[in-house]
């Protein structure tokens, strides 16, 4: 029944869970955590009450393979253009290949600029503003109350805005 279980969800949320694991360790060589990832669900399974959605639950140990890669690693993750692919910022298309070229640009400079606020308002902004985690699941997938969701979102909004608006603009959602 878990093995069966463990393999909807793989099959339902392996995609963003690679997309985190990119995001968070800042190499595309994340296979490996994916898979250890859904290991370790399988083995603590039991440990899953059902009260929250899986998803958030399965991002919480995405996150703790990924602190602990880092942690070993001590790495700088400055790769951000093997983000450039696997992170969709937003579903604008461009028309031509002078509009892509600018929108890969725009694409890079936030990344760049989100890279530069400090590791919680980095987590903060990549699970609510770029993957769409409401407040609830983002605090589960963080270990961290809701409130503190909220402010934090808050904080790292305004300041990647500041950092942006130094810059000479920042994109349209950072206002929402």
């Known amino acids: 029944m878990s093995i069966q279980k463990i393999e909807s969800w793989f099959h339902d949320y392996h995609q963003d869970i690679y997309n985190f694991l990119i995001y968070y360790v800042g190499s ?7 898979q250890e990832v859904f290991i370790r669900a399988l083995k ?24 602990d890669v880092k942690r070993k690693e001590k790495s700088d993750f400055q790769k951000v253009s093997a983000l450039q692919n696997q992170i969709d910022v937003g579903n604008v298309h461009a028309a ?3 509009e892509a070229f600018e929108l890969d640009q725009r694409k890079s400079e936030l990344i ?50 500041d950092h942006l608006i130094e810059k000479g603009g920042y994109p349209e959602w950072i206002d929402s």
Do not use: C
Request: charged share 25%; no cysteine.
């Open 28 to 34: 595309t060589d994340v296979e490996d955590m994916l």
């Open 44 to 67: 603590g399974i039991h440990t899953f009450r059902g009260d929250s959605n899986p998803k958030t639950w399965l991002f919480s140990i995405a996150r703790n393979i990924a602190v």
């Open 96 to 98: 031509t290949p002078e």
């Open 112 to 161: 760049a600029a989100i890279r530069t606020l400090k590791q919680n308002y980095q987590d903060v902004i990549f699970l609510r503003a770029l993957k769409e985690f409401s407040i609830e699941e983002t605090a589960e997938i963080l270990g961290w109350k809701t409130n503190k969701v909220s402010v934090t979102y808050h904080r790292a909004i305004k300041t990647l805005r």
